[in-house]
């Protein structure tokens, strides 16, 4: 037996300990007309409160929502203190008689998951537990009223008599009665706003037992009210109602809990079946938000390879963290693998069975939603790619033509210049024809270096000529740092892959120039398991950000293009290593 | 050793007037190496990108024999461009085409 059932049993043999005792403290009292009802009327309440509140612990011990139903148990029988004859007790007992009534309303408050949501709420009840206790003062000080007399001819003697006084009594007494009033509209505002606030399936579960304990709190703030205004008959009447209102609310909820049971199973079967229908008959989203009465549903399939989340459409979604106070998720396994989460109404948590249930049921066909959202994603991402290399084929010619205009064509413009000058004073002043010829040269071997340069950039000619290989010894070669070569392919690869494998190598060591800060850069083209695995280290400050600059993202739709991934790992401080593995 | 015929032109008149005896042209590498066999010549100005057979592998062909011809490679290149190539190719050095002189010649020489 665990420690929580240990104490559920305590509690409970507390509870007919206490009921023992109020009933003989009953059949033993002198002024009580009609024992035998009244001991079978309380007991009935109490424990079916206690009993329900234990029964709701068990199933949920997170939720405090039992050890609520359980203490109005426990207060309610507090009432049969008035059934002593001792004068000190029956004192007490008029003293405690109301509490129940507040722990009641504590109860509603912080229904369904049994805490306050408000700070002010806690104070609220404070008040009234405050004046539960000090309400009867007035009657205890300056005497019974003759109302109270009459139905109780025999009670004892208050112990805190001062002396009688029908006015300051009556005075006070209807002061307590509009305090009472007050705190319980303002209950009552409370628990409509809640209830305005609730989704769809919150108010499925709220409905029993809110509408319930609304019903006996407006009933009591009549009988309140007609109280101070002296309505005696109309007092007793909606007493007697309030109190039949009161005791439905234990069995209205153990109601609502079976019901929510059956109409579990139900769902649940009936999910299973609609998922073995046809395709196109709804879409999964529709059936699983039928079954558990949640139109804001919603769900999120997870890609293994990508390690994010992405809803129907394969667009990323974000998943509500644990404590979101409004959605809550329940994951999807099939074969004890992930393979989405179901999104829904916070309040639907209080249910674990049936999202168990229903998550279970849909594991299957959550798994081929997931399937096509996968596919889905990869299309959107193929899309987005595309786009991104036409734009950079775009980008790339316009950088061509404006470093063609800008170098090598201004200088051979200024070379014609120069060239002509020369030859118009190569007969009358050779001295300043040779200078001009010297500057010519020096023009040209620039502008040869500017078009070698831009040669290299567009497609190094030694890659289709000899391979990776010995394009990535001339790549580290020209590099201004030691760059090992640690493994080459000995054969040649396919020309797409060799040529997006030079241009990883490349664009690595220059990022690595610019910003690693490194000494030294290794760099390896293995082929493994069908893959050509390009990787390119480095020993500098790491902390590389994926997202910087258009380079690094171009490179990866290359290598995407080839149904290659790339990836890099740069913790701060430990060096950066990127990754390229691409499909042969 | 060169396709283009503007570049064997000018090279031709510009060793010939260095003082250098050009006994030979060719086009591409098959008949570079027919025509360094039939001429044995002392020199082979070889360019790197020939139509067929590439100027590392024609070098390496040409040479390793005692009586080989010195291979110096040209390129409209820079030599960076092909790394430890030109060193494993058997020639004895590289002129980029721009810089081409009987002087550079005669250092390699």
């Known amino acids: ?584 | 050793m060169d396709d283009h015929p503007s570049f064997r032109a000018t090279a031709r008149v510009l060793l010939e007037a260095e003082g250098f005896d050009v006994v030979g042209e060719a086009a591409d590498g098959a008949s570079a190496l027919t025509e360094a066999g039939r001429l044995q010549p002392e020199v082979v100005l070889l360019d790197v990108q020939l139509p067929d057979i590439d100027g590392f592998d024609v070098a390496a062909r040409l040479t390793g024999n005692d009586d080989s011809p010195v291979v110096i490679l040209v390129s409209s290149r820079d030599s960076s461009d092909f790394g430890p190539l030109v060193m494993r190719s058997g020639a004895r050095g590289f002129v980029p085409k721009a810089e081409l002189s009987g002087d550079r010649l005669q250092e390699l020489l």
């Open chain 1, 1 to 584: 037996m665990t420690s929580l059932n240990r104490a559920l049993v305590a509690i409970a043999l507390a509870a007919v300990v206490a009921g023992g005792a109020a009933a003989a403290l009953i059949v033993s009292s002198d002024h009580t007309p009609h024992p035998g009802a009244g001991i079978a009327i309380g007991l009935l309440i109490a424990w079916s409160f206690v009993g329900t509140g234990l029964y709701a612990w068990w199933r949920r011990p997170a939720n405090r929502f039992g050890a609520l139903m359980a203490a109005v148990g426990f207060t309610y029988m507090l009432g049969s203190l008035t059934a002593s004859d001792d004068s000190v007790v029956f004192t007490i007992g008029v003293l405690l008689a109301s509490l129940y009534f507040v722990v009641f309303a504590h109860l509603l408050l912080a229904y369904p998951d049994g805490r306050l949501r408000r700070r002010w709420h806690a104070w609220l009840l404070a008040g009234g537990y405050a004046l539960s206790v000090v309400g009867p003062l007035p009657q205890l000080l300056w005497g019974f009223s003759e109302r109270m007399l009459e139905s109780c001819a025999d009670c004892p003697e208050s112990a805190l008599l001062i002396e009688r006084n029908d006015t300051l009594r009556d005075v006070f007494n209807a002061l307590m009665s509009a305090i009472g009033v007050a705190i319980v509209a303002v209950v009552l505002v409370i628990l409509i706003r809640h209830w305005r606030a609730a989704t769809a399936p919150q108010r499925r579960a709220m409905a029993p037992v809110l509408w319930s304990g609304v019903a006996m709190l407006v009933v009591l703030a009549t009988a309140l009210g007609t109280d101070a205004a002296g309505i005696s008959r109309l007092t007793d009447l909606l007493g007697w109602l309030s109190l039949l209102v009161f005791a439905s609310v234990p069995w209205v909820f153990l109601i609502g809990l079976v019901r929510s049971r059956v109409a579990r199973a139900g769902a649940v079967s009936e999910l299973l079946l609609r998922l073995g229908e046809a395709p196109g008959t709804g879409t999964l989203r529709c059936r699983l938000a039928d079954a558990l009465g949640d139109r804001s549903l919603q769900l999120a399939f997870w890609l293994d390879d990508k390690g994010r989340w992405v809803d129907s459409d394969g667009h990323a979604v974000e998943l509500p963290a644990e404590d979101d106070p409004a959605r809550g998720r329940t994951a999807v396994e099939l074969e004890g693998r992930r393979v989405g989460a179901i999104v829904h109404d916070r309040s639907l948590c209080e249910d674990p069975e049936l999202l168990g249930s229903v998550a279970a049921a849909a594991g299957l066909a959550m798994e081929n939603e997931r399937l096509q959202a996968q596919l889905r994603a990869r299309v959107e991402e193929l899309r987005a790619s595309r786009a991104r290399i036409v734009e950079a084929g775009t980008d790339e010619r316009r950088r061509l033509e404006r470093n063609l205009h800008d170098g090598a064509q201004q200088r051979l413009v200024a070379l014609s210049l120069t060239l002509r000058l020369a030859q118009a004073k190569v007969r009358k002043e050779p001295d300043k024809a040779d200078e001009l010829l010297g500057a010519a040269q020096q023009e040209l071997t620039l502008a040869l270096g500017e078009l070698r340069e831009l040669a290299r950039g567009i497609h190094p000619a030694i890659l289709s000529d000899r391979g990776l290989g010995a394009a990535l010894e001339a790549l580290a070669g020209r590099a201004p740092m030691r760059v090992d070569l640690a493994d080459l392919p000995s054969d040649r690869l396919p020309e797409p892959i060799e040529a997006a494998a030079y241009f990883v190598v490349a664009e690595a060591l220059t990022n690595v120039v610019k910003y690693a800060h490194a000494s030294q850069a290794t760099v390896s083209v293995t082929r493994l398991n069908g893959h050509a695995v390009v990787e390119v280290a480095d020993d500098g400050i790491g902390g590389a950000d994926p997202d910087r600059g258009s380079g690094l993202r171009g490179l990866v739709d290359r290598v995407s293009a080839l149904d290659g991934r790339m990836l890099l790992d740069s913790p701060a401080g430990s060096g950066t290593r990127l990754r390229a593995e691409i499909p042969v």
